[in-house]
């Protein structure tokens, strides 16, 4: 683990936490509401098992860090992450985003860096579909969540009364962050639209058992992307990474591999 500071326009100098595993086709993977912890075992999995360097970002104020006032908005955590590929002087890389990481993911495509292969969407947040909200995440319950982000709930219900008060305090602050960044319906009215602008090859990724924002919404996030590719998830949720990583894992590494510039047939 380590701590890059990186200066971003109109938010002055940001210390952002990055972990790094394994060898190989770089990916950025970039984590939900939930914090850092819900792609840990993914970009663990990816790194043992593929020829993969996986670099893990804490958006700051997530996982107990700290966030400057002046960093507020998606826009501004994509802005980050593009400093961070070029701070870390990375090329070729694939772009996994998870929820609303999926939504930076997608404002990071608008800027068209050089630095950047291809770009994968895992249940995305922050287009407005109409007839097809997002769920609004921040009047549930933890239970409540569990149901609505997983095909099978019961296996990943959190009891906040076992949790230690640190563990507690950190949940509490990943949710105060999210509100920040993604504001009350975790979506940009103005980013359908905007996504017209993408030309790096995008491949959207949906649990079909989503009730965060349903596959319907997925579909409607590819067919905003040009060239888009949308596939479904079998017997997955909101979470693919922690309820169905070996299913995501031949998702991803297949679509960064056939975009790979190494690749001859990318």
Do not use: C
Not at 62 to 88: C, I, K, N, W
Not at 111 to 129: K, P
Request: glycine share 12%; hydrophobic share 45%; charged share 15%.
């Amino acid at each position: 683990m380590s701590t890059h500071t990186l200066a971003i326009a109109g938010a002055g100098r940001v210390e952002v936490t990055v972990t790094e595993r394994g060898q190989g086709h770089p990916f950025l993977i970039l984590h939900g509401g939930g914090g850092p912890q819900t792609v840990t075992g993914f970009a663990d999995l990816l790194a043992d098992t593929k020829n993969a360097h996986v670099i893990t970002p804490t958006h700051p104020g997530f996982g107990g860090t700290s966030r400057p006032d002046e960093l507020a908005s998606v826009g501004g955590l994509a802005a980050l992450y593009a400093d961070l590929l070029a701070d870390l002087d990375l090329a070729d890389v694939t772009v996994v985003g998870n929820s609303i990481g999926g939504w930076i993911a997608a404002e990071m495509a608008l800027l068209g860096s050089a630095r950047i292969g291809s770009f994968i969407l895992v249940d995305a947040v922050g287009i407005e579909v109409p007839g097809h909200p997002v769920v609004d995440f921040f009047s549930l319950t933890m239970d409540q969540v569990a149901q609505v982000s997983y095909h099978d709930p019961a296996k990943f219900r959190i009891d906040l009364d076992a949790l230690p008060p640190a563990a507690r305090a950190t949940m509490a602050g990943n949710r105060a962050a999210l509100a920040v960044y993604g504001g009350a319906s975790m979506t940009d009215p103005d980013l359908s639209g905007r996504l017209a602008g993408v030309t790096a090859p995008t491949l959207v990724l949906w649990g079909e058992a989503d009730q965060i924002a349903d596959a319907d919404y997925g579909r409607a996030f590819a067919a905003a992307i040009p060239g888009a590719r949308f596939h479904l998830l079998t017997a997955t949720g909101h979470l693919p990474q922690i309820e169905t990583p070996d299913q995501l894992l031949r998702s991803v590494w297949d679509f960064a591999d056939i975009h790979a510039a190494s690749n001859p047939a990318g």
